[in-house]
């Protein structure tokens, strides 16, 4: 008798008693696994609107590098190279003053580099180069975006450094000290602009009147160009599965506050990880370029950057928040006077 109950079937009303546990069981596997994914999508998203919201659109570029202007230790290291470039360019002058004040070249010399300079450093203080610096920035995103895809025809990628091109600013200057030169000398003095394809030919070496400012090596861009391409393929794709992972997530949980409070812990850990990643990047950047322009390299960076770190913290910022208030629910549930459902139908 006891081997024929132990062979009889079970009552349907334990299999039934079972189904909701196999359900439940199900439910919290699926809600793990879109927590999970949240929690790795979240900092993914953040990358995707700075990219968006900076990268991508020239205004936002724009408004991100116009305040690198008034720094001083780029305005410095742009007057010390633009006068160096200037400089080499007077040179070439000569053989356009008048015949009479080509004997007084030498002892002009002196004077030409002077006024020269303090052409530079007024232009470089004044509201004009910061309205110059913007245009230019304005002008050459789309180049930027080509730098960072691998296809810009201009020389921002010179060798195996990225270099700023001051040759634009030179040819202003040339501009500027064109008209006191001709008061000086006592007759028409014009100093062309330089074309960017006879910039060599100026001193008819290599370098030195066609320097730019070296940034950082090319090779550093590897990583950031990387991480580009694939998220520019999936910007918006991206932004969509993180949030349907949190949706989905709640909706799948049998207990949505406990799910709730691990997207929320979870998401904060991995953005706080990624601005960690992010930090040492920059300071990687900045260590790695010339020593004489890491100041310039460490202004750039952070100005690129800013936009990342803001919408990173507001991210952690809104975790931390809606956990305590989650930690809060909890509590209060547990309350004698709480409702069965609990704070906010959790």
Known sequence: MQSARLSAPEPSSVLAGRAPVRWNRTRRGVAVTLAAAFAVLLPASVASTWIRGTILSTSGYVAAVTPVAASPAVRDAIQDAVTGQVDAALGDAEASLPPAARALAGLLGTGLADLARNGVRQLVASQAFERWWADANRVVHSQLISVLNGDSALATVTGREVVLNLLPLVNDVLRTVSGPLSAMTGGAVSLSPIPAAACHAITGTASFACRRIPL???????????????????????????????????????????????????????????????????????????????????????????????????????????????????????????????????
């Open 216 to 346: 950082f090596p090319a090779a550093a861009l590897a990583g950031p160009r990387h991480v580009y391409r694939l998220l520019a393929a999936a910007l918006s794709l991206v932004l969509l599965l993180a949030a349907l992972a949190f949706a989905g997530a709640l909706a799948a949980s049998p207990r949505r506050r406990r799910t709730l409070l691990q997207m929320t812990t979870g998401g904060t850990l991995t953005v706080l990880v990624v601005m960690t990643a992010v930090s040492w990047g920059q300071f990687s950047l900045t260590g790695r370029a010339a020593p004489r322009y890491q100041a310039v390299t460490s202004v750039i960076v952070h100005a690129l950057t800013t936009g990342f770190f803001t919408t990173a913290t507001w991210c952690v910022a809104g975790g931390l928040a809606i956990t305590a208030i989650a930690l809060l629910c909890g509590a209060y549930a547990r309350l004698p006077r709480a409702s069965a459902a609990g704070c906010l139908g959790m």
